[in-house]
């Protein structure tokens, strides 16, 4: 029997909707119902449904004692990577129509000069000049033409554009020219969306600024109707505190603060990862970790050195630039949806392509008859034949051994169960460097770091990556199969706000400690009423101070946070993350500050579960089979857990298989498998140290 009050996150991917639910004594159940992706609102209240029928609740009765009801949301990375936004209208100072094009000619290779630019999701037509100019410094220089707004509007209007994007020249530091453009557009123009580029990211940079502020408005009309009517019906349906996002800061915020910056979701669903990574950090027993979420499609990396998770002020998405605060997350196609192919030359690639949620796998037998990295780890005896999640799909070895045979097998002159273990080779490979990515190539050390393998599909992943990075160990959550939905019930509540600033650190007048501590007063004055709103003051309420800095002459900043506004203490601060980023710092180097940063964070009750009581038994599997290990040591025949009947306390050394309620764990030969405390699983692997 469940205690409320209940915590319950919804995440919602591509093939599943995964519920998890935490009771007021912390108890956790997890469930996961097939997504509707033509409307996702009916996959998440079929999650709930399900939840409510497993209680032995009705939907409202289990919602009524829900205090606290977190969604994250793949809804705005998908309009943006379908194409499936609204109609915009941009409107730009004079002379600057083209910057959204232009794109400071950027190219993410420089050596690729034939790969296309992402299309442009405002056509020239629909850019249109604004006449007015305002300076560097914010005094106005051309006084704002209202004739050519109307002009322009005019245009919208008979186009039947369905939001408008105002980006105007320097705004960040003087917006009252967006914010007079706003009023008048929406006095001609009432129903159509209305995004300032002041508003929505109020950074130096034409180019990043006005691309944020275009796509905010491209996904605002298909983001936020579906928001608020989830909210309503899940309102109706009892619940009583209203619905949460998760944002790509990894923090949540209610639909109603969200509802004039959709942009900040365009990472909900992975983001959510932060929350889960701080929770199992106290249990891995280090402040240093590292992990992999491996889905169906893709493989997201997180990173976190001494309890902190790095974040980024800028990110890319299908090859459009965003300047929002986010969760520093290195995204790969390597997925059990991966597709592998046999190319012209002979040569096996894995990805990035994928199978998707339908067909899927041809293991599904769905009507897809392409290889994946799914029916590979069935063709290898890693994964049983049959049903999974319930019975959503049920996985067919006839058919995923005839997709390789036909594709991989044959094409290469090979046995199918080599073809499959290259599958597999080359996927852990992409994930070998997309964990390099975010610590090697950042100054971190792997070998210092524990990886944490997440996702349904990550544990059979984890033991091979961690071996070959290094890794102090490895740590599989029990609920890595819904590890983001879990995290949001462990998120909180988070507004990040920027000043521009443009002042050497050194200038007595001009960033001195006063001006700097009045200018981080004020946002915290802002920070403090939203949080108010929601429901959080006093000591509930926190703030983060921090900074964008760089060696004057330099273009790019390196955040760094500092609460102090002494000179010499943001000094030392920037140059151990400058050091750590590129070996070196100048001696006494002129720095200058280029933006103020300002996290207001809500503080919700810390979450904590009540493990099962531990056994000294020693466990016994339920059955064994032969299961391709490695290359060393091949098929092996091996012992098969049920992890479900697993206790803190018990142990056991590889190889072995685990199967999960949500995933299932390859132990590799010689690994010790421990469960631990709070119910979990660590790894101490036979090359290496342990976690």
């Not at 109609?87 to 600057?96: D, H, I, K, Y």
């Not at 955040?559 to 006494?588: H, I």
Request: proline share 6%; aromatic share 6%; charged share 20%.
């Amino acid at each position: 029997m469940l205690t409320p009050p209940f915590r319950i996150g919804v995440d919602v991917g591509g093939t599943f909707t995964d519920l998890v639910l935490v009771d007021a004594v912390g108890t956790v159940r997890a469930f996961k119902a097939p997504s509707v992706p033509g409307n996702p609102t009916e996959g998440v209240l079929a999650a709930v449904a399900l939840a409510a029928q497993a209680v032995g609740r009705d939907a409202a009765g289990l919602l009524a004692d829900t205090s606290l009801f977190v969604h994250g949301s793949t809804i705005a990375t998908n309009t943006l990577l379908e194409k499936k936004g609204a109609s915009v209208g941009l409107l730009t100072t004079a002379g600057f129509r083209d910057s959204l094009e232009i794109r400071r000619g950027i190219r993410e290779d420089v050596w690729d000069h034939r790969a296309p630019y992402p299309d442009v999701l405002v056509p020239r037509y629909l850019r249109l000049p604004v006449g007015e100019r305002i300076a560097a410094d914010g005094s106005v220089m051309t006084p704002l033409d209202p004739a050519t707004v109307a002009a322009a509007v005019a245009v919208f209007a008979e186009e039947k554009v369905e939001a408008v994007a105002i980006a105007l020249l320097h705004a960040y530091r003087n917006p009252a020219h967006e914010q007079a453009v706003k009023r008048l557009v929406e006095q001609s123009l009432p129903g159509v969306w209305v995004t300032c580029s002041s508003e929505v990211a109020p950074v130096i940079g034409e180019y990043e600024r006005t691309s944020t502020a275009v796509v905010n408005a491209y996904v605002a009309p298909r983001v936020v109707p579906y928001l608020n009517a989830l909210d309503e019906r899940l309102t109706a349906l009892g619940l009583p505190n209203g619905l949460l996002l998760v944002q790509s800061n990894g923090g949540a915020i209610s639909v109603k603060e969200i509802g004039h910056t959709p942009v900040q979701l365009i990472l909900s669903g992975p983001a959510a990862g932060v929350g889960s990574l701080r929770f199992f950090g106290r249990d891995t027993g280090s402040a240093n970790l590292v992990a992999i979420e491996v889905g169906g499609t893709s493989c997201d990396v997180t990173l976190m050195q001494d309890d902190a998770v790095g974040m980024a002020d800028q990110l890319v998405v299908d090859g459009y630039h965003l300047a929002i605060p986010a969760v520093e997350i290195h995204t790969v196609g390597a997925g059990g949806g991966t597709i592998a192919r046999v190319d012209s030359a002979g040569l096996m690639h894995a990805g990035p392509q994928g199978a998707g949620a339908r067909p899927g796998p041809a293991a599904y037998g769905l009507g897809g008859d392409k290889p994946t990295v799914t029916d590979a780890q069935l063709v290898l005896g890693r994964l049983k034949p049959g049903p999974y999640a319930g019975g959503a799909i049920s996985l067919d070895l006839d058919k995923a051994t005839a997709a390789i045979r036909t594709h991989v097998a044959e094409p290469l002159g090979i046995s199918v169960a080599d073809a499959a273990a290259g599958i597999i080779k080359l996927v852990e490979q992409n994930i070998l460097h997309a964990v390099e990515r975010v610590s090697i190539e950042r100054g971190y050390n792997p070998r210092l770091f524990t990886l944490v393998a997440a996702g349904g599909a990550g544990p059979l992943h984890g033991a091979p990556a961690a071996k070959a990075l290094g890794c102090a160990g490895l740590y599989v959550p029990r609920l890595a199969g819904v590890f983001c939905a879990f995290g949001m019930c462990n998120a909180d509540i988070r507004h990040d706000y920027l000043r521009s600033w443009l002042h050497d650190l050194d200038d007595p007048e001009a960033s001195g400690r006063y001006a700097i501590d009045t200018a981080f007063g004020e946002l915290e004055a802002g920070a403090a009423a939203v949080l108010a709103r929601e429901g959080f003051a006093g000591a509930a309420a926190t703030y983060v101070r921090g900074y964008d800095l760089r060696y004057v002459g330099q273009q790019w900043t390196v955040a760094v946070d500092c609460e102090s506004s002494d000179p010499a203490a943001v000094r030392a601060a920037f140059e151990t993350v400058y050091r750590r980023l590129y070996g070196y710092v100048q001696p006494g180097g002129q720095i200058e500050i280029v933006n103020l940063r300002l996290a207001g964070i809500g503080r919700l009750p810390a979450l904590t579960l009540e493990p099962p009581a531990g056994s000294t038994a020693a466990p016994q599997p339920v059955a064994r089979r032969a299961v391709w290990i490695d290359e060393a040591t091949g098929f092996a025949d091996v012992a098969i857990y049920d992890g479900t009947v697993l206790r803190p306390g018990q142990s056991f050394v590889g190889p072995a298989i685990v199967e999960e309620a949500t995933t299932t764990i390859l132990v590799g030969t010689g690994d010790t498998l421990t469960v631990t405390g709070a119910d979990n699983y660590l790894v101490t692997l036979a090359q290496g140290g342990a976690a």
